[in-house]
């Protein structure tokens, strides 16, 4: 049992000694001393079903005892930076990594974190091009540091960044967009940028295939062909950020971009890829790469012995598990589920994604889409107090986002009642109490 601080405890040392900006979900937030797959549990052991770890970072279940395994073996031998020695964990999950991706993409670069990935997938377009300027998308996020807060387009997480270089083009948002589902028509914004707001030349585009953080939107169909291919013609590298939508996440195809049938010339992660442990990675064509060899690029953690074993271990789990087959089926059945729930309750506006990235809106008026923010955030304290985490995204705080581990199972999808009835205070089952939830608000 665990006898550390309480909540109160906790919350109070934050108060005074960590950043003021810092937030928490729910009222009473929730203190999490333990985790199991796809469980998480509190000071009083009581268990939450995780359906929000996998964007949180937790890729093939909490303390999957295989990469908690490859951790510990890992340590007990050699952590160091393995910039400056040889080490095997670096090469072997560099080569397994590669062989995950398309085409030539098969130089990689590790990082600590999935804004570093992006700053340097940009500054290497910005290099291999010798243009500045680089599209990303309205409703983005990208990461926190100079070049990535400029490329991410949501007021709430920009600073006084300086804006150089960076445009933003109309988000293909298939809901809530001017031109519905129509790719096409979104990716014609790109060339009006490239051809009025810049030499004609550019260094790249930077997007996700499904926005994470801007509430798990599916770029419209045919959207990112048009755009790569404007961007391509005006000489630029396009940059597919796969810290969310990436690793198997989608069920269908391995990275998100597939999604769209198109091969980015870089592809950024981090997040899922070490379950939990600090790891990002840019990956590149060996032509591409090449631009780093103009001077040193050195990065103390990037690749360390400890990470790239993680790493590694998680791609071997996803293979021994059949973790992408796995967010196929269940989350296609959960998906089929929250739908069912949309035609019965007016408060959903929208249910969508793919695999195990899922995203339901709440709207109070489904003609005007008038974002239900309060609605939103009751529900998600309601299904926390019946044991289910889940997370919240969109610009205006309104959509409810559905990425558990890739462990999910359907058992935890899908209801069965009798059970519910019989423990109340263990509620594994998400959509029997979202609807149970959401019905308040529906009639
Ligand atoms: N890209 C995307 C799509 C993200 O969702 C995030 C984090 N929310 C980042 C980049 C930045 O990753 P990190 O927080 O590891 O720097």
Redesign the pocket.
Known sequence: PYTGPSAEEILAKRKEYLSPSLFHFFSKPLNVVDGKMQYLFDENGRRYLDGFGGIATVCCGHCHPDVVDAIVKQINRIQHSTVLYLNHAIADFAEALASKMPGNLKVVFFTN???EA?ELAMMIARLYTGCQDIISLRNA????AAATMGATAQSVWKFNVIQSGVHHALNPDPYRGVFGSDGEKYAKDVQDIIDFGTTGHVAGFIS?AIQ??GGIIELAPGYLPAAYGSVRKAGGLCIS?E??AGFGRTGNHFWGFETQGVVPDIVTM??GIGNGIPL?AVVTTPEIAEVLTRRSYFNTFGGNPLCTAAGLAVLKVMEKENLQENALVVGSYLKKRLTELKDKYEIIGDVRGKGLMLGVELVTDRQQKTPAKAETLHVMEQMKELGVLIGKGGFYGNVFRITPPLCFTKEDAVPKKSRYEIRKKLVSRLILDFGQVVCAFGA
């Open positions: 974190s999935g804004t992006n996020y990208h990461g926190n996700e994470g953080v950020d810290v969310q981090a997040k990002g």
